[in-house]
């Protein structure tokens, strides 16, 4: 177990309450934070829109070996994490910590210095971590990816491709941004505002220089088919095939089941 402790406590509760002020009544607010061995901690908050409402740094003292040296990212929503820091005392220290179960599962926790868990393991913060587990023990040259669109993006997304009579949308991540194209038109968001990358390694069909992650393909009628369901959910997760020979899915990550059931399937394959 490894902490991340984060100084300058009261600094952080201060620009959290200010974050969470900024938006709108209507707007969901995520927060994104960003782990890396050498950038140390970045808590980005966004709205579902897209917009970029605030970003705090931290640096890191310590770094979990299952990380493997890449950057990885937890989204979590700003008000419950607004509601753990005004629990914690000023005189504490808080820490993120990413655990090993005994069914092998990583969970991560938010605790302060003397060592009161206040999250549990079943809440929001957890869900997404618990993800995780399953790309941890990949091999160097597979390559990883979740990625989150906001839904008012993709409700736009929808009715801009839907012009055209095509059945097959692309998607092209790359280390910056995320472009969605159907060979006549093509709409690019940008990495900061429109997803999340969780776990990446390298490919070993992608060459470094290429600066492509991979391209997924959907069946855009089936697309407009899931219309409603999409709607039902405040993001779209794109998950890629975990290895096991599963197929990528569509999936809603508010729901409470640790194993949601996918809302449609991707045509999916590497460069």
Known sequence: MVGFRISRLAHLKKTMSQLKKLPKPDVIVMATFNFHPEQGISLLASSDDGRVLGAIRINVESINRFICNHPCSLVVDINLLCTFLNRAGDEHSLHMVISDS????????????????????????NYEVNEMHKYFDQPPH????????????????????????????????????????NGCHELVLYKEVAFVCVAIWSHEGVKE????????????????????????TRTVWIYPSNGSGSPPVLMCPTDPNPNPNPIGNIIYYFL
């Open 102 to 125: 005994t069914n092998n599962q990583y969970f991560f926790t938010i605790e302060d210095s003397v060592g009161n868990i206040t999250l549990e393991r079943n809440m929001t913060l």
């Open 142 to 181: 597979e390559y990883v990816v979740k990625v989150a669109i906001p839904t008012r993006i993709f409700t736009s997304m929808l009715e801009l491709f839907n012009n055209f009579e095509v059945d097959t949308i692309s998607i092209i991540v790359t280390s910056k941004k995320v472009k969605f194209t």
């Open 209 to 232: 220089d290429d600066d492509v992650i991979y391209v997924a393909k959907f069946d855009w009628k089936h697309l407009i088919s899931l219309y409603d369901s999409i709607c039902m």
